[in-house]
């Protein structure tokens, strides 16, 4: 596995843990049958179901089908399209509202399973997986998240996250580790909290 494909591996488990954040704030569920999703996304597409079954992958006649009832119950592509696409237009300003607070005063909380090297081997400072729980400042929050909504590469988004848990958790904060490189890879797992 080439350095990108670690990387972009981390940039899936990055953004799927924005998602899982974000689902974690909806103040109501989001529609969860076929025919309620369509008709959320029709209204979304300003009532268009020739641009929604384009965005769906679909043809304009399947779209119809499940806004009139005939069909109910899709195929697990069409279901999974369903639930992402209305998850992602689902309460946008609950969304906004959190991402600016993350970004102005609360920052984030990321909890990972990774490989952080930060030392030679042999010392008690090499490199090893680790369980980090770990309370991102304000300012490394909005370049995160500035990042994100900016659709940076995988690479970008990558060192982001990593250099948002390596000052908060290996410098804190700067305080006489200023210098000291961290090395963050093989992400197992990432969950992000706002």
Known sequence: MTDD?????????IMEGFARAER???TRPAPKSARAQMKFLRTREKGSTKSLA???????KTVERYLSGASKR??????????????????????????????SSGGLVISCRAYF??????????GRVRDISVAVSPSHAAA????????????????????????AYFRQGGGGHAGLEVKFADVEWLD???
Do not use: C, M, N, Y
């Open 117 to 126: 090297g930060l030392g030679q081997e042999g010392t008690s400072d090499a």
């Open 74 to 103: 899709p195929r697990k592509r069409l279901q999974a399209v369903l639930v992402q696409e209305t998850e992602s237009e689902w309460q946008p300003q609950v969304r906004a509202q959190a991402r600016q607070r993350a970004a």
């Open 144 to 167: 995160i998240l500035a990042a994100r909504e900016d659709g940076a590469t995988e690479s970008d988004l990558h060192d982001a996250v990593a250099e948002a848990i390596a000052d």
């Open 192 to 194: 992000i909290r706002f």
């Open 5 to 13: 494909d670690v990387k972009r591996a981390a940039r899936a488990k």
């Open 24 to 26: 974690a704030l909806f």
């Open 54 to 60: 384009a965005r769906l992958g679909v043809s304009r």
